[in-house]
């Protein structure tokens, strides 16, 4: 299976602050990777597809970019509501998470 | 409105059964793929297995692989997930998941996830 590598594991930040999470893949995924958010307590929650695809009714401030192995997601300016751990998934084959980063308030 | 609502969920013995259901309502179900997730309290997020939209695709995690019996009823609008020969290792909240594809080859992508059914595998 293809195993997924999420980059911090954690990260403190700030109310308006920018904040990049990358995941990488153990093997090309071409653009087949999705991100989630997950509030405590809550079902995790699309936020982006194929790579760069927004979810509808999601923010503008997120965005999502990469193809081959590397990925990111940015936040562009981190709001109160944003305090959660982020996933990225591969749907290339066997569908796979990563283990999730933890934003956590600074 | 999308509603996806896991039950079945218990403190059972190792080695012994459980059955998951998950009711769907707010979307032509036969239409999808459906999956079940599950991710220990405090950790992350593992597949564990999903169908297609009329059951001819199946495939499982390595790990209840030969244990763990996934199905639909496209009548009555549910997804289960027979659990067998249970292990500690099983523990998790157990979310069931609707793909935006009818089926389970590359692209599985969850776009509505229940709120989850806890089960714990303990002596």
């Known amino acids: 299976d293809i195993q997924m590598t999420q980059s911090p594991s954690s990260l403190s930040a700030s109310v308006g602050d920018r904040v990049t999470i990358t995941c990488r893949a153990s093997?090309?995924?071409?653009?087949?990777l999705n991100w989630y958010q997950q509030k405590s307590g809550e079902a995790p929650k699309l936020l982006v597809y194929?790579?760069?695809t927004l979810q509808s009714g999601v923010p503008s401030r997120f965005s999502g970019s990469g193809s081959g192995t590397d990925f990111t997601l940015t936040i562009s300016s981190l709001e109160p509501e944003d305090f959660a751990t982020y996933y990225c998934q591969q749907s290339y084959t066997r569908t796979t998470f990563g283990q999730g980063t933890k934003v956590e308030i600074k | 409105e999308v509603q996806l609502v896991e039950s079945g969920g218990d403190l059972v013995q190792p080695g012994r059964s459980l059955r998951l259901s998950c009711a769907i309502s707010?979307?032509?179900?036969?239409?999808?793929?459906m999956h079940w997730i599950r991710q220990v309290p405090g950790k992350g997020l593992e597949w564990v297995s999903g169908?297609?939209?009329?059951?001819?695709?199946?495939d499982y995690v390595d790990s209840v692989k030969g244990r763990f019996i996934i199905s639909r009823d496209n009548g009555k609008k549910s997804l289960y997930l027979q659990m067998n020969s249970l292990r500690i290792e099983d523990t998790a909240l157990y979310y069931c998941?609707?793909?935006?594809?009818?089926?389970?080859?590359?692209?599985?992508?969850?776009?509505?996830w229940g709120q989850g059914t806890l089960v714990t595998v303990s002596s």
């Open positions: 093997q090309t995924i071409t653009y087949y």
């Open positions: 998941a609707k793909d935006i594809s009818p089926v389970i080859t590359h692209g599985a992508l969850f776009d509505y």
């Open positions: 169908i297609s939209w009329n059951s001819g695709q199946i």
């Open positions: 707010g979307f032509p179900f036969n239409d999808h793929a």
């Open positions: 194929s790579a760069s």
